[in-house]
């Protein structure tokens, strides 16, 4: 997984240099692109590093039952006392749409968070949408990140 990780990095360096070269980037497909690196990065690496490294300074996440959590200090924080042992958590994106000044858009789509203990394989489902605000090194950062919990739990 990690030669597909890397392989897909490759892949996103090349075609932002592709289309720099055009003279205009298709920023929805750029967003697309780093949700789903997003996803594999938290499939290879676990969902608390991933989002360690994709959030932005100002980030806000809401969950489920849970106070807003804001501010990329407070996530670390957040992530250290709560490990993703439990859990392998992994999306698709299917949406995306960028402003008009192509520094700002978000994504949405559906996410799986398959359990590793009890009851093994148990697939929660659900949806998400998350905000991207584009960084001045041209990279892109979540700056919000929500999800819904699907009416559907399966076994795999």
């Known amino acids: ?84 042992t439990c859990c392998n958590l992994i999306w698709k994106p299917d949406h995306a749409l960028a402003s008009s000044s192509k520094d700002l858009g978000y994504t949405w789509g559906r996410y799986w968070m398959i359990s590793r203990h009890f009851p093994p394989d148990t697939v929660r489902q659900g949806y998400y949408v998350t905000i991207w605000r584009k960084m001045p090194d041209g990279s892109w950062k979540f700056i919000f990140d929500a999800g819904v919990e699907g009416p559907e739990v399966r076994r795999k």
């Open 1 to 84: 997984m990690k030669i597909l990780f890397s392989a897909l990095l490759s892949v996103f360096a090349f075609l932002m240099l592709f289309s720099s070269c055009r003279g205009g980037r298709n920023t929805a497909g750029d967003l697309l692109f780093t949700d789903s690196l997003f996803s594999a990065f938290s499939e290879e690496y676990g969902s608390n590093e991933a989002f360690a490294r994709f959030a932005h300074p100002d980030v806000v996440l809401l969950r489920q039952k849970q106070k807003p959590l804001t501010g990329r200090q407070n996530l670390l924080e957040f992530l250290a006392g709560n490990p993703d």
